[in-house]
């Protein structure tokens, strides 16, 4: 008996620490969340009261929240498949034999090291109607002006394409990264096969790098979530929150509204989404995934 | 012997004493206007330190107005409020419902209350005042106003020297000013109006010039389903349809300057926080007038005031007042001016020589005092950043033509009125 937790100690002693972290910062916190999410928000001598489901309904029926969960979702499903495919194509491109190969190498990765802020601000340049750099250029080739930022209909596109121009790049390098752990005798042995290159990325290339895939859709989907630094800097998540994503209503009751009980309730069903998502992701693709 | 050692030694006691109980005086202050606001903040609090040893000034910057406000809910829900903070003003109902500010006539005498508070402008102490009391010190304070490039008023025929007064004067030299190219693509937009972000303040100001009210002084009840503002909503959102006077959809606030300095506009209404920036960049000669109202001049004020922490010792409430009262002195309150282009807002400040000399060189800032005459208070009510965006929002969807004027406002006040009935 006593050898067995002897033996126990090391192990036990070596988990703690990551441990404690995170139960401190994570687990802890998030049980937190989910009971204060039972309770309205304090306000000055007014204490929180218990309200049970109140604040849950009281979602489900907030017209604002629908809205910013499916602009959300179209945008989860816009940014997340098109930036891994842009993100396979540049790792190919750059993972060939070119002239200038780090040079293009830097470029697809400069926005990465931006900060989503600054891109923000630079993609607010790009965006001005009348004498941003999209309406100079098209008014080169005679095409009307925009105001791409300031139509409710164009708003949300304008913010994906931030996004996709932001992440490809950050994708890019896990991608190059599989590539070249790929043996180089699969390869030749697919040529002497007379393989064409379309067989090639499919029966060699995408089995190899699923790994990275599953990776980086786990984390291109918590991106989806989580990021909305640019929204603060293009548009507030206007113009009536047509490009406002779930994480910016949830700052936005918080912090601005002070409506920490809300925001609370908002941030559980964020919470349950992702996990729902993540955990989904992993147990559905870890099959299929090819592990060496 | 042993007395006058004892004396000497509780004598250098006392005094050491004196001198390392310098005021440690915290204040919170947003930038909202380009330019070097900060530096002259800092100089401020430098300046106000020489003269006042026994007082540190320790200014800390705290980013926008909504920054600033979550930096100080935060700091005063934890109990670490700094005494004073410069803070937009029309939050005042929330600073008192959330118990962190209080009032500066408990700390004031009479005299203090007749002489200083009175000599403010009424138009800005209206979003400063509840139940007769004062919460809010003007400090950074503005009116929105029309600026217009008097080369293109010239190149349209028009006469630079007359701009228009009314909407409809208003409306007939925009469709003047509006140049369309080739490609039928507008060149030259005549009037901007951003409606970004906050299009509440410059659409009060519509309203105003209509007769109308936005709310009432207490802050539990709000006019914006008036068949008076309904009119001024139908008036702002034609500029950019059936007129085409306006370039469509929202417009940014940050880039309103830069299109009227690359002609992209040949009017624009924007802050008098702004007249430094425009006078810096402008390429051509320019002009500024009051906001053309519909039935008569209005403009809503702006802007931000010093409100005092209820967090405070006696002590430094005392220090505060002080370092308040100097840095509303004419002095700084023209360099402040100099510095921003905000409307300094004691009646004095104006009549000193310094802000005589630099009206000579640059008589616009004097637009903007005037006009305070017409001015209103700027929309305010009990849960404000709540309200505000309800309102806000319902603006968007009409100007960006997802709802008409008349619904999106109904729908607005249904929607405060709901949240603002707890209060009355």
Known sequence: MITKIKKHIPVILLLSPGFILLLTFVH???????YMSFFSTPKGRKPSKFKGIENYEHMFSDPIFWKVMSNNIVYAISTIPSSIIIAIIMAQWVNSKLPGRPLLRFAYFLPVVLPLIAVGNIWLFFFLPGFGLIDQVGSLFGFQNTNILGNPDQVLWGIIVVSIWKESGFYMI?????LQGIPREMKEAAIIEGANSWQMFYKITLPMITPTLLFVSVNAVITAFTRIEHLFTMTGGGPNYNSA??????????????????????????????????????FLLDRKVHYQ | ????????????????????????????????????????IEKFAEDYTKLNPDVNVKAVFTG???????????????????????????????????????????ILTQDEIDNWIGGFYPAFMANGQVDGKTYGIPFQRSTPV?????????????????????????????????????????????????????????????????????????????????PE?????????????????????????????????????????????NLTNVRNNAPFDWGVAFIPGIKQFGAPVGGGNFYLSIDTTEEEQQATKDFVKWITEPKQSVAWTKATGYVAPRAETWESDEMKEFLKEFPYPAVARDQLEYAGPEFSTYEQPKTVSIFNRGLEAAVAGEKDPKTALLEAHAEIDKILKDYR
């Not at chain 2, 940014?252 to 802050?271: K, L, R």
Request: hydrophobic share 45%; net charge negative; proline share 4%.
């Open chain 2, 1 to 40: 012997m042993k007395i006058i050692k004892i004396l000497i030694l509780s004598l250098t006691v006392v005094i050491t004493s004196l001198s390392v109980r310098a005021i440690d005086l915290e204040f919170y202050f947003p930038v909202a206007v380009g330019g070097g606001a900060a530096q002259v």
């Open chain 2, 64 to 106: 926008s107005y909504t920054d600033t406000d979550t930096k100080f809910l935060t700091a005063c829900k934890s109990g670490t409020a700094p005494a004073t903070s410069v803070m937009i003003a029309v939050t005042i109902f929330k600073y008192i419902d959330e118990e962190c500010v209080m009032a500066w006539d408990d």
């Open chain 2, 146 to 226: 029309l600026y217009y490039n008097k080369d293109a008023f010239r190149a349209a025929g028009l006469d630079p020297e007359n701009p228009p007064k009314t909407w409809d004067e208003q409306l007939e030299v925009a469709k003047k000013l509006t140049i369309k190219d080739s490609d039928g693509n507008v060149s030259q937009y005549g009037i901007r109006i951003p409606s970004a972000g906050f299009p509440y303040w410059l659409f009060s100001a519509i309203v105003y010039g209509n007769g109308g009210k936005i709310m009432n002084d207490n802050g539990t009840e709000t006019y914006i389903n008036s």
């Open chain 1, 28 to 34: 802890i916190p998030v049980v937190k969340t989910i």
């Open chain 1, 174 to 178: 896990f991608f190059l990264a599989a």
């Open chain 2, 229 to 273: 503002a309904i009119e001024a909503l139908e008036k702002l959102v034609a500029l950019s349809t059936t007129e085409g006077v306006m370039r469509p959809g929202i417009l940014e606030w940050g880039s309103t300057p830069q299109a009227f300095f690359e002609g992209q506009t040949a009017m624009m209404w924007t802050t008098t926080g």
């Open chain 1, 245 to 282: 994503l779930l994480l910016y209503y949830i700052y936005e009751n918080g912090f601005e509204f002070w409506d920490t009980a809300y925001a609370i309730t908002l941030s559980v069903l964020l919470i349950i989404i992702l996990s729902i998502i993540g955990i989904g992701q992993i």
